[in-house]
């Protein structure tokens, strides 16, 4: 198994409340990603990260921002959560382009 | 606007027969496809992937068939087996690009 670990992996917070996900790595891949998964719409980018420092917008961005100052770590923040945001985030990892990635195991996050 | 689509929400198949899941894309840059499981509770797992400059990829029960021309792919998998029982994404890469997209999942149930 890829080695990609997810934290927390549940979360209930209050709405207005900012909210950090953490994804950790220990593969040295170049490419890691968030996505959320809803149901009706299967998985969405978030953001995604092409090396240190270096991220971008996913189609799904609006709420949210991530950084990413060592390769191993990549976090995703809700500034202010909204129930809209309540989902579950997956987070992955990939070597290179055209390779597949790797995911965690998610984070199901509640916000009430 | 989603590139990369799964018509059938769920297909229910016996133990033992072909369950084909279906897949069509609208970006004519794509030149990577994969196929994910997922469990619930768990992350997708990655099952095959098939490039552009072929049609057809096969690994054990699992074939993936694409048609360029078409922008339509396939996965079979012969024979269908309770423990296939999960929700299967099809992702799409464009070569160059960072980042992927997948479809909106099919549900598969295989009825012993």
């Known amino acids: 198994d890829a080695g990609i670990t997810q934290s927390p992996r549940h979360k209930v917070t209050e709405t207005g409340t900012p909210v950090t996900l953490r994804c950790h790595q220990t593969?040295?891949?170049?490419?890691m990603y968030w996505y959320r998964q809803d149901p009706g719409h299967g998985l969405r980018l978030i953001h995604y990260?092409?090396?240190?420092?270096?991220?971008d917008k996913g189609e799904v961005s609006d709420g949210y921002s991530v950084s990413r100052s060592k390769t191993e770590d990549f976090l995703l923040t809700l500034e202010s959560a909204t129930s809209s945001q309540t989902s579950v985030y997956f987070c992955a990892i990939r070597n290179r382009e055209s390779t597949e990635a790797f995911f965690g195991q998610g984070t199901r996050l509640t916000v009430v | 606007d989603q590139q990369v689509k799964q018509n059938s929400p769920s297909l229910s198949v016996q133990e033992g027969r072909i369950s084909i899941l279906n897949c069509d894309y609208t970006n004519s840059m794509f030149d990577y496809f994969l196929w994910y499981k997922k469990y619930p509770a768990e992350g997708p797992t990655f099952l095959i992937s098939?490039?552009?400059?072929?049609d057809k990829n096969e690994d054990g029960r699992f074939t993936v068939f694409l048609n360029k021309s078409a922008k339509h792919l396939s996965l079979h998998i012969v024979p269908s087996q309770p423990g296939d029982s999960a929700v299967y994404f099809c992702?799409?890469?464009?070569?160059?690009?960072?980042?992927?997209?997948f479809g909106t999942g099919t549900r598969l149930t295989v009825i012993p």
């Open positions: 990260s092409y090396g240190v420092k270096d991220t």
């Open positions: 992702a799409a890469s464009a070569l160059g690009a960072n980042n992927l997209f």
């Open positions: 593969e040295n891949h170049r490419y």
């Open positions: 098939i490039s552009s400059i072929k």
